[in-house]
């Protein structure tokens, strides 16, 4: 699972890194070594004067699906969550002295199991990220499951798809919907789409994770840090699934690392059709900001 690591936490206050003056009532990091300032928490940001910047949000990533049992003959891993989508915005200049709502996107929780596995719980989408006006989606769980709805067994098998978003979901494996012992599908990294089960199963039936299918690097530029990476699907065998790049979780294995990183956006991993009751939550989104950099 990537993890974006960042300068020491700053709360509530005001900053300056080179010329942006401002206050914030979140949290929020100052990384010195290149003038980005991450907001990590919802707040109301204030400019102490008009300077022209760029803006990067992600949205946050939605829960993985848990693994899942209906009979001898017809049961499966959990797919990964969608990434958050990400926004770019370039030379904006907020107003001095206005006051501006971010609202950072908080992750999907996760999928999650009784232990007699009678009724199965359907993880959620992550929060969009807003901020200046723009909006960045939260990562999806399939549009096939309802978001928080209960999955009874006749839609068990729902529970391999990937979820869509800014990089999507891993699909996961079954036996009765697909050979069962295969390989489940990583999470899928800078915008692309989930990896797909091997054998894949129906695509009609049984949707890969959908990306964006533009790059979810900090605003957009190539050298940019990666976000939104998609959750790596559960497996049968109790194989892990590595995440997407970008905070993905990874799918079954370790409970810790079934959930995406926070302020990255990442999908949580699926879970193993043997593993725990719980599948990995989502990743909370971030907004970033800087001095317009010109190309």
Known sequence: MSMIIGKALITGGGGTVDRLDFTYTGQ???RLED???EFLTSGVLTFKKETAIDA???GGGSGGCTGWYRNSTNYGGGGGGGGGKTVTLLNITPRANTEYQIVVGAGG???KKNTTE??????????DTTAFGSTAE?????TVMTSGGTVYSAGYGVLICGGSGGSGGGQSVGLGVT???NIAGAGGSDGSDGGAATPQPSATAYPIGTGQGTT????GETTGKLYAGGGGAGNILGMPTAGGDGGGGNGGGDAATMNAAANTGGGGGGQNESGGTTAGAGGSGIVCIRLHKEA
């Open 109 to 111: 929780s996760s999928g």
């Open 56 to 58: 990067f949000l992600v």
């Open 118 to 127: 009678s009724n199965i719980t359907a993880p959620t989408n992550g929060g």
């Open 138 to 142: 939260g990562g999806r769980v399939p």
């Open 179 to 181: 050979s069962a012992y």
């Open 216 to 219: 979810t690097r900090e605003f």
């Open 28 to 30: 929020y990091n100052e």
């Open 35 to 37: 003038g980005v300032v």
